[in-house]
């Protein structure tokens, strides 16, 4: 029986694995620049509801103000780069260490809030955060019409300047993230913010620090929103506090929950719905939006759990594990 099911599970990542190589291969196969950019912008979302989900779909947080931490990433990348020419990649990991310590500094205090109460708090943030960058904080943002001339990457020696040249930036990036966010979600620490998620009162009665857990979820989101800060302030060269308002964070959060809360290939799906299916269809402008709002509801009225929601864990008795 066991032979069989490997053998089904095989079949079934053959075509998979098919779908990606032709995936990457599409650049190679004279797809459109705007074609490209569609799908860049798709992986850049999907990047940020990935590292949503650490916070929203394993730890159970209500969390709307993630646009903060993708601004302080991207604007962290641009003033290194264009004051002090810092060349883009090794902006990344300050990027990601300020947008992880401004998240230790914001999570702190109100970490203990559940459900709605910490939803209101964390709107506040994110429109903080671009009230004070359009007040030109320091002297640094550059105000309301935000930082230009922003440089572009350069990878062993070659300057990405092309469309497809940061598709595959992107997308490895993206895969990169999947795997180590794969080994994280069944790490010891993965299995405690599902635990909190499920029931954070029964966490705590047997010893889980919830919210030193909470606070780590929140942290590890944070910082790679930052780092996907610095690929979209390359990408872009512009940048303005406009590029990172509330309806960011409410795009991320749709993600995330139409996808599936806590299922990493879900919130693949719900990238390429919410953001990559609108432009394809922008050619319907007057009414592809309410087609789209009304699938929402349906979708909220009939599937809340989302569209690929995660599979139940399953462990085996100690007696179990002895036979195996």
């Known amino acids: 029986m ?16 098919l779908a990606v190589i032709a995936f990457f291969c599409l650049p190679l196969m004279g797809l459109d620049p705007y074609g490209l950019g ?28 993630h646009a903060a931490f993708f601004a302080v990433g991207a604007y962290t990348t641009a003033i290194l780069n264009t004051g002090y020419g810092w060349p883009i990649l090794a902006t990344m ?43 030109d904080i320091f002297g640094l943002t550059g105000g309301a019409n935000g930082l230009v001339g922003i440089g572009r990457p350069v ?26 966010f794969h080994w994280l979600e069944h790490s010891r620490f993965g299995r405690a913010l599902n635990f909190i998620r499920e029931d954070p009162v029964a966490a705590e009665g047997v010893g889980v620090n919830t919210s030193h857990y909470k606070l780590m979820a929140f942290v590890i989101g944070a910082v790679w929103a930052g780092f996907v800060g610095t690929i979209y302030a390359s990408q872009m060269r512009t940048i303005s506090p406009n590029s990172f308002n509330f309806w960011e964070s409410v795009v991320l959060f749709t ?13 693949l799906l719900g ?14 402008q007057e009414s592809r939006l309410l087609f789209f709002g009304a699938a929402l509801i349906v979708m909220m009225i009939f599937r809340p759990q989302g569209l690929l929601p995660p599979k139940g864990r399953t462990y085996k008795l100690p007696s179990e594990v002895a036979r195996s």
């Open 155 to 180: 990878l062993f020696g070659f300057k990405l300047t092309r469309p497809h040249h940061f598709f595959y930036l992107i997308w490895g990036f993206t895969a990169l993230s999947m795997l180590l």
């Open 271 to 284: 990238a390429f719905l919410v953001v990559g299916l609108p432009e394809v269809s922008r050619g319907l």
């Open 2 to 17: 066991a032979a069989k099911i490997k053998d089904i599970n095989f079949l079934i990542r053959i075509p998979l694995t």
């Open 38 to 65: 569609v799908l860049n912008q798709v992986g850049l979302y999907a990047l940020l509801a990935l590292s949503l989900n650490i916070i929203l779909g394993h730890a159970g947080m209500f969390h709307m103000g």
């Open 93 to 135: 990991p300050l990027a990601g260490l300020a947008a992880g310590l401004f998240a230790l500094a914001v999570a702190a205090p109100i970490i203990h809030l559940r459900g709605d109460y910490l939803l209101v708090v964390t709107i506040g943030i994110v429109e903080i955060v671009r009230i004070a960058l359009v007040n």
């Open 255 to 267: 993600i995330v929950i139409l996808g599936g809360s806590g299922n990493q290939k879900g919130v």
